[in-house]
C-alpha cells in the first residue's frame, strides 16, 4: 500500500531537507546507485541532503518508483531497512542507519536494528576484462547482521520487489511465477508485452527476477504488499505460498518477497544474497545490409539456456564477484587517487552509471546458433533523446572504455561502421546515432538524422584512432578505411572555416565558426593521417598531416582573441570564450598538433576570468550571462589538459562539489548550474564516463610537461 499523498509529500519534504547523521564515505552523493546494470535494471536511492535507506523507495532512473522492502526481525521486533513500505496495525521500527559508502561497484549501508547492526550491500559488478560476466541483467543484494551488545538473537531477515520492476504504466496486468529447487526465483512481466517497446522509459518486455540460493529457514510468499509484509512482520516467517489473482500493478501491489531464518546469532553472520534483474530477448532490432532487421540477443543467452541457469551461476559466484569488485575498486581508486581523493570519490560514483547505460549483444547465424564473433555494444542516450549509440554521447563516455577495456569502445563503433558500411546511410558524414529510439537500432537511410556533420565525423575518427592506439589491434582501419577516409575528406573541405553547424552541445544552438569544433576536425584530420600510416598508405598520411598541421596554424590565428590572451568562443568575436575540451584529444592521441602556448592560455583563462562560478566555470560566455550552464564531463575534460595543478583542482573539486551538494537528488546529471548547482537537464548518462578522462591520459599519454 502506497503512502497516502499528504504523507508522501512529507517523506519527501524530509528528504529534501534532511541533513547527513551518519558517516558517508568517500561522501554522500545526490543518489546512490543500488542495481545499475543496463538502461532497464537501474535503480537508485535518491539521497538528497541526507536520506536513508529506509526513507524513500528505490527508484529507477526517471524518478519512478521500484518497490523494494527490507525488514529485519531481532527477537521477535521487527524493523525496517529498506524501503518506505506502509503496513497496517503492524508495530514495525525503523533501523538506524550508522553509515554509507560507495566504491565503483558497491554501495554499502550500516543500520543498527535494536540489539544487532545489519550490513546491506549492492553490487552491481563491472567487469570490463569479461565481457560475457558484464552482459549478465543481474545485481547482488546481500544483508548481513551482527550482534552490537555483546548478546546472542534470534534473527531472520525479509526482502521483496514489487511488479513496478516490469513496467512504467502501473496500470497494466501483470503475471507472474515462482519456481523452486536449488533456487528460488519470482518471475514477473507484462501480461502484453510490446517487443522493443517502451513506456516513460521502461521497455514493456521480458521479465524481472528476484532470486536466492535454496537452503534451511527460507520462505517464500507472493501476494499484496501489506498482507505479505504483515506475514513477516508478526511471525517472522512466510507461507510458501503463492497469489495467483494476476492484476494490474497498482490493483493491490503484489510483491515478491523471500526470508532467511537466521536462527540464534552470537555473532557476524554470513549474508544472504538475493539477486535482481531484468533480463529479455531479444534485446535489440539492429538495420544490416538491404534495408533488413536483425534481431541481437544480450550475449549471456549464448552461454545460457535459461534464465534460471544465469542466475543460479550468478548467485553461485557470489564470494568470487565479491573479490573481483574488490580488486578493480581498489585499482580504480589508487589510479584516481595519483590525481586526488576528491576525484577519486567522483570516478568511484561514475563507474556504475557509465556502464548501467550500455548492453552487450550477440547475432545468430542461419541455423539460429549464437555467432559469438560477432559482438556489439549498444548504448541508450538515457534522459534526453534517447537515441542509440549516439555518436556523441559515446564520445564524452569514451575515456572509461579506453581505460577499463578499449574492445568495449570497439564493440559501441561497430554498429555504426556496419551500417554505413552498406551505404544506405546517404550522407557523406559520419551519422549521429543508429536510431531514434532505443533499442531499435533502425538507422537513417532517409539521412535525416540530428545534423553534426563536423562533430560526429571528428569524434569517429578519434575514437577510431585511440583505439587502436591503446589495443594494437589495427582491423578498424583495415576493414573500413574507405569510410574514414570519406569522413577525413569531408573534415578537409569543411573544419577550417565551420559553418552554421551545431555541437554535441546542441541544446546551446547553431553557431558558425566554432572555435572548439573547428578544433576537433583539424585533430580528426591528423588522426586519419596515423591511420593511413599505419595500414601503410603514406602519400596520403603525409598530405593529411601537411593539411592538419596548415589548419591549426590558421586556427590559432582565427581563434586567438585580439589581446592574444584567450580563445574565442568563435572566430572574432574578442569578448567570447568557451571551454574548448576537444583539444583534450590532441593530448590523448599524442598528436602534438597544438602548441603550448595554447593549453597555457586556455589554463589562464579558465582559471582567472570573473566567470567561474561556485561549481564549475560555464560552458561558454552565452551561459554566462543567462543561464550560467556547465557541462561537467566537458570540465573533466579541460582539467586533462592543464599543466597547473591547482587549475587542474578547481575543475575536479567544482564537479565533485556538485555531486556531494544535498542540492539534487538523481543520479549524476551532465548539465547543470554552476552557479547553484542545481540540475538544468540530462541525468543518469553514461557520459559520466567523461570523468575518467584524467586516469585516463596518464595511463596511456606521454606528457609533454
Same mark, same amino acid.
Given at each position: 500500500?502506497?503512502?497516502?499523498?499528504?504523507?508522501?509529500?512529507?517523506?519527501?519534504? /524530509?528528504?529534501?531537507?534532511?541533513?547527513?547523521? *551518519?558517516?558517508?564515505?568517500?561522501?554522500?552523493?545526490?543518489?546512490?546507485?543500488?542495481?545499475?546494470?543496463?538502461?532497464?535494471?537501474?535503480? *537508485?536511492?535518491?539521497?538528497?541532503?541526507?536520506?536513508?535507506?529506509?526513507?524513500?523507495?528505490?527508484?529507477?532512473?526517471?524518478?519512478?518508483?521500484?518497490? *523494494?522492502?527490507?525488514?529485519?526481525?531481532?527477537?521477535?521486533?521487527?524493523?525496517?531497512?529498506?524501503?518506505?513500505?506502509?503496513?497496517?496495525?503492524?508495530?514495525?521500527?525503523?533501523?538506524?542507519? $550508522?553509515?554509507? =559508502?560507495?566504491?565503483?561497484?558497491?554501495?554499502?549501508?550500516?543500520?543498527?536494528?535494536?540489539?544487532?547492526?545489519?550490513?546491506?550491500? !549492492?553490487?552491481?559488478?563491472?567487469?570490463?576484462?569479461?565481457?560475457?560476466?558484464?552482459?549478465?541483467?543481474?545485481?547482488?543484494?546481500?544483508?548481513?547482521?551482527?550482534?552490537?551488545?555483546?548478546?546472542?538473537?534470534?534473527?531472520?531477515? &525479509?526482502?521483496?520487489?514489487?511488479?513496478?520492476?516490469?513496467?512504467?504504466?502501473?496500470?497494466?496486468?501483470?503475471?507472474?511465477?515462482?519456481?523452486?529447487?536449488?533456487? +528460488?526465483?519470482?518471475?514477473?512481466?507484462?501480461?502484453?508485452?510490446?517487443?522493443?517497446? =517502451?513506456?516513460?522509459?521502461?521497455?514493456?518486455?521480458?521479465?524481472?527476477?528476484?532470486?536466492?540460493?535454496?537452503?534451511?529457514?527460507?520462505?517464500?510468499?507472493?501476494?499484496?504488499?501489506?498482507?505479505?509484509?504483515?506475514?513477516?512482520?508478526?511471525?517472522?516467517?512466510?507461507?510458501?505460498?503463492?497469489?495467483?489473482?494476476?492484476?494490474?500493478?497498482?490493483?493491490?501491489?503484489?510483491?515478491?518477497?523471500?526470508?532467511?531464518?537466521?536462527?540464534?546469532?552470537?555473532?557476524?553472520?554470513?549474508?544472504?544474497? &538475493?539477486?535482481?534483474?531484468?533480463?529479455?530477448?531479444?534485446?535489440?532490432?539492429?538495420?544490416?545490409?538491404?534495408?533488413?532487421?536483425?534481431?541481437?540477443?544480450?550475449? !549471456?543467452?549464448?552461454?545460457?539456456?535459461?534464465?534460471?541457469?544465469?542466475?543460479?551461476? #550468478?548467485?553461485?559466484?557470489?564470494?568470487?564477484?565479491?573479490?573481483?569488485?574488490?580488486?578493480?575498486?581498489?585499482?580504480?581508486?589508487?589510479?584516481?587517487?595519483?590525481?586526488?581523493?576528491?576525484?577519486?570519490?567522483?570516478?568511484?560514483?561514475?563507474?556504475?552509471?557509465?556502464?548501467?547505460?550500455?548492453?552487450?549483444?550477440?547475432? $545468430?547465424?542461419?541455423?539460429?546458433? #549464437?555467432?559469438?564473433?560477432?559482438?556489439?555494444?549498444?548504448?541508450?542516450?538515457?534522459?534526453?533523446?534517447?537515441?542509440?549509440?549516439?555518436?556523441?554521447?559515446?564520445?564524452?563516455? %569514451?575515456?572509461?572504455?579506453?581505460?577499463?577495456?578499449?574492445?568495449?569502445?570497439?564493440?559501441?563503433?561497430?554498429?555504426?561502421?556496419?551500417?554505413?558500411?552498406?551505404?544506405?546511410?546517404?550522407?557523406? %558524414?559520419?551519422?549521429?546515432?543508429?536510431?531514434?529510439?532505443?533499442?531499435?537500432?533502425?538507422?537513417?537511410?532517409?539521412?535525416?538524422?540530428?545534423?553534426?556533420?563536423? =562533430?560526429?565525423?571528428?569524434?569517429?575518427?578519434?575514437?577510431?584512432?585511440?583505439?587502436?592506439?591503446?589495443?594494437?589491434?589495427?582491423?578498424?582501419?583495415?576493414?573500413? &578505411? $574507405?569510410?574514414?577516409?570519406? *569522413?577525413?575528406?569531408?573534415?578537409?573541405?569543411?573544419?577550417?572555416?565551420?559553418?552554421?553547424? +551545431?555541437?554535441?552541445?546542441?541544446?546551446?544552438?547553431?553557431?558558425?565558426?566554432?572555435?572548439?569544433?573547428?578544433? /576537433?576536425?583539424?585533430?580528426?584530420?591528423?588522426?586519419?593521417?596515423?591511420?593511413?600510416?599505419?595500414?601503410?598508405?603514406?602519400?596520403?598520411?603525409?598530405?593529411?598531416?601537411?593539411?592538419?598541421?596548415?589548419?591549426?596554424?590558421?586556427?590559432?590565428?582565427?581563434?586567438?582573441?585580439?589581446?592574444?590572451?584567450?580563445?574565442?568562443?568563435?572566430?572574432?568575436?574578442?569578448?567570447? %570564450?568557451?571551454?574548448?575540451?576537444?583539444?583534450?584529444?590532441?593530448?590523448?592521441?599524442?598528436?602534438?598538433?597544438?602548441?603550448?602556448?595554447?593549453?597555457?592560455?586556455?589554463?589562464?583563462?579558465?582559471?582567472?576570468?570573473?566567470?567561474?562560478?561556485?561549481?564549475?566555470?560555464?560552458?561558454?560566455?552565452?551561459?554566462?550571462?543567462?543561464?550560467?550552464?556547465?557541462?561537467?564531463?566537458?570540465?573533466?575534460?579541460?582539467?586533462?589538459?592543464?599543466? =597547473?595543478?591547482?587549475?587542474?583542482?578547481? !575543475?575536479?573539486?567544482?564537479?565533485?562539489?556538485?555531486?556531494?551538494?544535498?542540492?539534487?537528488?538523481?543520479?549524476?546529471?551532465?548539465?547543470? %548550474?554552476?552557479?547553484?548547482?542545481?540540475?538544468?537537464?540530462?541525468?543518469?548518462?553514461?557520459?559520466?564516463?567523461?570523468?575518467?578522462?584524467?586516469?585516463?591520459?596518464?595511463?596511456?599519454?606521454?606528457?609533454?610537461?
Amino acid at each position: 500500500m502506497r503512502p497516502p499523498l499528504f504523507t508522501s509529500l512529507l517523506v519527501l519534504l /524530509k528528504s529534501a531537507h534532511a541533513a547527513v547523521t *551518519w558517516t558517508a564515505t568517500p561522501f554522500s552523493p545526490a543518489s546512490f546507485p543500488l542495481a545499475v546494470r543496463s538502461p532497464y535494471l537501474s535503480a *537508485w536511492l535518491p539521497q538528497g541532503d541526507g536520506t536513508a535507506l529506509n526513507e524513500a523507495w528505490p527508484q529507477f532512473w526517471t524518478g519512478s518508483i521500484l518497490g *523494494w522492502a527490507g525488514y529485519v526481525n531481532v527477537d521477535g521486533t521487527s524493523y525496517n531497512f529498506l524501503g518506505v513500505p506502509d503496513v497496517p496495525n503492524t508495530n514495525a521500527q525503523k533501523a538506524v542507519q $550508522k553509515s554509507s =559508502e560507495f566504491t565503483s561497484t558497491q554501495s554499502i549501508f550500516v543500520l543498527t536494528a535494536g540489539p544487532i547492526d545489519i550490513t546491506i550491500s !549492492f553490487l552491481s559488478p563491472v567487469e570490463p576484462s569479461d565481457l560475457l560476466n558484464q552482459s549478465l541483467p543481474f545485481s547482488y543484494l546481500a544483508v548481513s547482521a551482527a550482534p552490537n551488545d555483546g548478546s546472542s538473537h534470534s534473527v531472520q531477515i &525479509y526482502t521483496d520487489i514489487s511488479a513496478e520492476w516490469v513496467s512504467g504504466d502501473d496500470s497494466l496486468t501483470v503475471n507472474w511465477t515462482t519456481s523452486t529447487g536449488n533456487l +528460488i526465483t519470482h518471475q514477473v512481466q507484462l501480461e502484453d508485452q510490446t517487443v522493443f517497446g =517502451e513506456v516513460s522509459d521502461h521497455i514493456q518486455q521480458g521479465s524481472a527476477y528476484y532470486s536466492t540460493l535454496s537452503s534451511s529457514g527460507i520462505t517464500y510468499q507472493t501476494g499484496q504488499d501489506i498482507v505479505v509484509r504483515a506475514q513477516f512482520i508478526n511471525h517472522s516467517t512466510l507461507l510458501n505460498t503463492e497469489d495467483t489473482n494476476f492484476r494490474a500493478v497498482s490493483n493491490d501491489w503484489p510483491v515478491f518477497a523471500l526470508a532467511h531464518d537466521l536462527g540464534t546469532i552470537s555473532g557476524a553472520s554470513e549474508p544472504v544474497v &538475493y539477486s535482481v534483474g531484468h533480463a529479455r530477448d531479444p534485446a535489440v532490432e539492429y538495420i544490416i545490409a538491404n534495408d533488413a532487421l536483425q534481431n541481437r540477443s544480450s550475449y !549471456f543467452w549464448s552461454r545460457y539456456a535459461t534464465a534460471g541457469d544465469a542466475i543460479s551461476t #550468478f548467485l553461485g559466484d557470489y564470494e568470487n564477484a565479491v573479490a573481483r569488485a574488490d580488486a578493480f575498486d581498489a585499482k580504480v581508486q589508487a589510479d584516481a587517487s595519483e590525481i586526488s581523493s576528491t576525484y577519486a570519490g567522483l570516478v568511484a560514483l561514475s563507474v556504475r552509471q557509465a556502464f548501467g547505460g550500455i548492453e552487450f549483444t550477440v547475432s $545468430k547465424d542461419d541455423t539460429g546458433a #549464437f555467432n559469438t564473433s560477432d559482438i556489439m555494444t549498444f548504448l541508450k542516450e538515457i534522459s534526453s533523446d534517447g537515441n542509440v549509440n549516439t555518436v556523441d554521447v559515446i564520445f564524452p563516455a %569514451w575515456p572509461i572504455f579506453l581505460y577499463t577495456n578499449p574492445v568495449i569502445g570497439k564493440d559501441l563503433l561497430l554498429p555504426l561502421f556496419e551500417y554505413q558500411a552498406t551505404g544506405q546511410y546517404p550522407n557523406e %558524414w559520419a551519422c549521429h546515432d543508429m536510431g531514434s529510439v532505443y533499442p531499435m537500432a533502425l538507422g537513417h537511410n532517409d539521412g535525416n538524422d540530428e545534423k553534426m556533420p563536423i =562533430e560526429e565525423s571528428g569524434n569517429m575518427l578519434i575514437m577510431s584512432l585511440s583505439y587502436v592506439q591503446k589495443s594494437g589491434d589495427t582491423s578498424l582501419i583495415t576493414t573500413y &578505411y $574507405k569510410l574514414l577516409n570519406q *569522413w577525413a575528406e569531408y573534415l578537409i573541405a569543411n573544419t577550417l572555416i565551420p559553418g552554421d553547424q +551545431i555541437s554535441t552541445d546542441d541544446f546551446a544552438g547553431a553557431l558558425a565558426n566554432q572555435t572548439n569544433l573547428a578544433i /576537433k576536425g583539424i585533430i580528426g584530420i591528423k588522426a586519419m593521417a596515423v591511420m593511413a600510416d599505419m595500414v601503410g598508405d603514406t602519400a596520403t598520411s603525409a598530405n593529411y598531416s601537411s593539411i592538419a598541421s596548415s589548419y591549426v596554424s590558421q586556427w590559432q590565428g582565427f581563434a586567438t582573441a585580439s589581446d592574444g590572451l584567450h580563445l574565442t568562443l568563435s572566430y572574432g568575436n574578442d569578448s567570447s %570564450w568557451g571551454l574548448s575540451y576537444n583539444m583534450y584529444a590532441d593530448k590523448l592521441l599524442n598528436t602534438n598538433l597544438i602548441p603550448d602556448s595554447v593549453y597555457e592560455m586556455r589554463e589562464t583563462v579558465n582559471s582567472l576570468n570573473d566567470f567561474t562560478e561556485t561549481y564549475g566555470v560555464p560552458l561558454d560566455t552565452r551561459y554566462v550571462y543567462h543561464f550560467v550552464d556547465t557541462v561537467p564531463d566537458w570540465q573533466s575534460w579541460t582539467a586533462a589538459l592543464v599543466t =597547473e595543478t591547482s587549475v587542474r583542482d578547481m !575543475f575536479v573539486d567544482a564537479v565533485q562539489k556538485y555531486a556531494a551538494d544535498g542540492l539534487n537528488d538523481v543520479p549524476l546529471s551532465d548539465w547543470y %548550474w554552476a552557479n547553484t548547482g542545481e540540475v538544468s537537464g540530462f541525468m543518469a548518462r553514461p557520459v559520466v564516463g567523461g570523468h575518467l578522462a584524467l586516469v585516463c591520459t596518464r595511463k596511456f599519454v606521454r606528457r609533454r610537461y
